[in-house]
């Protein structure tokens, strides 16, 4: 079993070897970048290996209204937020503080494989894939999920890029390109299943806030929420929804405040030398 967990790169350590630490740098970095490219430049240009049915990101989600239909310029401005705080969990792979090193590694591994699966959503996203970019969203959020409940006490400067942001994400993902992916969405099925669905949402997102006093998690959901609203407003297509997004984005915005402003102003925790680690788990 210790050989076992030696040779998993998903087992928990709380201790780094010099080589471990140069590949999880090495791999963070290029996967990163990955995803990043990737991203960035399938926002402006379609495929272009021949895919009669290639879009650019938000030539799908444009093309494809559902009742999950995303606000570009919304969660365009929540990528590239979350793109620059990872950018600052990186950089916590080279500090000095071996401390600080250590709990970039711990959620190395998760991060990595998170920045593949996403670069793989978009190329097949892109392309009209959508069972197969579900799959690959799926597969994610068992990942992201398992890296959260494994490592949710860690600076938030690691936990919110690193770990929070791609997690809510996906979550929302799930249902956006599930919705393209089902065949007539425009159905009065459909309808009523994203009207029930969206309030998910919600529910997850509360879960994080009360049970983990979580208060990222509570702002990556309500920004999300927030894009889904914008977007359905103008779309029509289903008249309560952007009703029901707009109330969650509102609950869940409130929600965050109560949490964050203690966490913010120190109130609540035992030691205020935890005030890097404890805003995530705030203590009544």
Request: with cysteine; glycine share 4%; net charge positive.
């Amino acid at each position: 079993m210790e050989r076992l967990n030696n040779i998993n790169p998903f087992a928990k350590r709380d201790e780094h070897s010099a080589s471990s630490v140069i590949t999880y740098k090495v791999l963070t970095v290029v996967s990163w970048l990955l995803s990043f490219i990737t991203t960035i430049y399938y926002t402006y240009n379609s495929p272009t290996d021949g895919h009669y049915l290639g879009k650019t990101i938000w030539g799908q989600n444009y093309l494809h209204p559902s009742g999950f239909t995303q606000n570009q310029l919304i969660t365009s401005l929540f990528w590239l937020f979350l793109f620059i705080l990872q950018i600052g969990y990186v950089a916590h792979l080279f500090s000095s503080k071996v401390e600080t090193v250590n709990a970039a590694c711990a959620v190395g591994s998760h991060f990595i494989f998170n920045n593949l699966l996403h670069f793989a959503f978009v190329m097949l996203f892109v392309r009209s894939h959508f069972i197969w970019a579900e799959i690959i969203l799926i597969i994610n959020f068992f990942n992201l999920t398992a890296l959260y409940f494994r490592h949710n006490t860690y600076p938030r400067f690691i936990h919110l890029p690193a770990v929070s942001g791609p997690l809510a994400w996906t979550f929302v993902a799930i249902y956006w390109n599930g919705a393209i992916a089902v065949p007539h969405q425009h159905s009065l099925v459909a309808r009523i299943f994203a009207n029930i669905f969206v309030w998910s949402i919600l529910v997850y997102g509360l879960f994080f806030i009360v049970i983990y006093k979580d208060y990222t998690m509570g702002f990556n959901l309500s920004v999300l929420s927030a894009s889904l609203g914008v977007a359905q407003f103008f779309d029509k297509t289903i008249a309560l929804q952007w009703i029901f997004a707009f109330t969650i984005m509102s609950v869940l915005f409130l929600s965050t405040v109560v949490i964050a402003v203690p966490a913010w102003t120190g109130k609540g925790r035992q030691a205020p030398s935890d005030a890097e680690r404890a805003p995530l788990l705030a203590d009544n």
